[in-house]
């Protein structure tokens, strides 16, 4: 599954009808640059969320997929769809938002940002070192 952030850039696009995904507005359902997946962003109480809502391959071994490197044994069990790895995502400027970043590659969380670029793409970073590394 390359779902993971590994610390790196990656673009979710706009899916279908199925989120409003307006430009200045990143709740919507977003399909991942790969088409492995897609995250619905939502809001949280004030902040985005986002959470895995469809894998093109869910199943390993005729099982659904685990978040099996969950650092949380009570986690390590639970399908991958239905994981939230957008967390806490606040304004942080202009079609910019900051928060953290659950990476279920490595079951590690890592600071991050969302940016809105235009109507249909949307950047989601997961940072390292305090923020030094994105």
């Keep these: 599954m390359r779902l993971a952030v590994h610390l790196a850039a990656i673009t979710l696009?706009?899916?279908?009808?199925?989120?409003?995904?307006?430009?200045?507005?990143?709740?919507?359902?977003?399909?991942?640059?790969t088409g492995t997946s897609r995250i619905k962003i939502a809001d949280c109480g004030g902040a985005l969320c986002g959470t895995i809502v469809w894998l093109k391959d869910p199943n390993e071994d005729g099982k659904p997929k685990t978040d099996k490197n969950n650092p949380d044994a009570a986690r390590k069990t639970k399908p991958?769809?239905?994981?939230?790895?957008?967390l806490g995502m606040k304004p942080n400027g202009p079609n910019k938002w900051a928060g953290q970043?659950?990476?279920a590659e490595d079951g590690k969380t890592y600071s991050g940002n969302l940016t809105l670029n235009g109507d249909n793409s949307?950047?989601?970073?997961?940072?390292?070192?305090?923020?030094l590394l994105c």
């Design 80 to 86: 991958l769809i239905g994981t939230q790895i957008v």
């Design 101 to 103: 970043v659950y990476n």
């Design 13 to 33: 696009v706009a899916f279908g009808a199925t989120g409003s995904a307006l430009a200045a507005d990143a709740v919507g359902t977003w399909l991942t640059q």
């Design 122 to 131: 949307l950047q989601l970073q997961g940072c390292a070192l305090g923020g």
